[in-house]
């Protein structure tokens, strides 16, 4: 059997990245946090406590956010923490992994409402929902196989996800469809996590050679030229450990991603050939790269075991700079950071 067959007989939805990425379904509504936990979390980081790092500047911080409350629901604001405002209501139910549209307009999200697709494997197929700032125009959009992990594209003419592979709703592919859910397109490999560069061009994503050991991998738009970028070493139980995709610099020449550590979850960055990597965090926890933005500061949840949410920090490619993000406890992991391009 062929590296690719085998990866689409064994390769399912990583049961454990959905539970991470956080449906955490089925859960009381006080624990309806979606902490994206991916890997073995040990204790709090023990060189630094959560208020012994300076805050980020107020002043430094533009765009918008985009995140899921404790409740469910999802919310914006002004990335200084400013002008909160509810978009979704759940109602009991979960819309978390938003995703905004290159204007700032609307956002593609998951939810556990809608229309729910057939799940016969428990590879997690959600809804997957449009929606404009206003909360108006809400419109589901997934194919009848429901999806995972919408991305929107830099061109706004697509949106990446995953969904069930033609013919094998076991296996998860990298897929198309237009922001109205038109036109669907599998690009032939299995994968989660679609991360697109800032010029569209390539999609980064997490993948596996049918051994559970999930790796970043990028790829064509179009489709064409697959690319294995890391190569963890492959830490028992498989599925639960490996490399994340997380963040594309905002020149397309670098990628954030994170790695299990010795049990915790770090920070890399590398060139966007997979070449040049380094390690930027030392925490104990696990570190969750979420953005990239324009000066050059990677926004990243830390998670530890006990903690239902996650912290946010602000640090530089280099590992210098750390900086909290205190206005952020409370929102779930993963959230979006809209920036307006020049």
């Not at 978009?87 to 999200?109: L, M």
């Amino acid at each position: 059997m062929s590296t690719t067959s085998q990866a689409r007989a064994v390769m399912k939805s990583r049961p454990t990245l959905s539970a991470c990425i956080a449906v955490l379904a089925g859960l009381t509504a006080t624990l309806l946090a979606i902490v994206h936990v991916l890997g073995s979390f040990g204790a709090w980081a023990a060189q630094s406590s959560s208020t012994a790092i300076r805050p980020a500047a107020h002043s430094s911080m533009h765009g918008r956010i985009a995140y899921t409350s404790k409740r469910g629901d999802i919310w914006v604001m002004r990335a200084d923490g400013t002008h909160r405002r509810r978009v979704t209501r759940a109602r009991g139910k979960v819309d978390f992994d938003p995703d905004f549209s290159p204007d700032g307009r609307r956002i593609v999200f998951r939810s556990e409402r809608g229309h729910q697709p057939p799940d016969p494997y428990s590879v997690g197929y959600d809804a997957i929902f449009v929606v404009r700032l206003d909360g108006k125009r809400l419109r589901q959009i997934n194919p009848p196989s429901g999806g995972l992990f919408p991305a929107w594209s830099p061109r706004g003419s697509e949106i990446a996800f995953s969904g069930a592979a033609t013919g094998n709703p076991m296996v998860d592919d990298i897929e198309l469809m237009t922001p109205s859910g038109a036109n669907v397109r599998d690009l032939g490999v299995p994968g989660e996590e679609a991360t697109w560069s800032p010029d569209g061009s390539r999609i980064a994503y997490a993948s596996h050679r049918g051994d559970g050991n999930w790796a970043v991998w990028v790829i064509g738009a179009d489709g064409s030229s697959p690319r294995q970028l890391s190569f963890p070493v492959l830490t028992p139980p498989a599925g639960l450990n490996g490399d994340s995709t997380g963040a594309w610099s905002p020149d397309g020449s670098r990628i954030v991603y994170s790695s299990v550590v010795a049990g915790d979850r770090e920070l890399y960055v590398m060139k966007a050939d997979g070449s040049d990597k380094q390690r930027i965090t030392h925490w104990r926890g696990g570190d969750s790269p979420n953005a990239w933005l324009p000066d050059d500061r990677i926004v990243f949840a830390h998670s530890a075991r006990s903690a239902p949410l996650p912290r946010w920090y602000l640090i530089r490619a280099d590992g210098s700079g750390l900086r909290s993000l205190p206005w952020l406890y409370g929102a779930s992991d993963p959230l979006d950071w809209w920036t307006a391009h020049p």
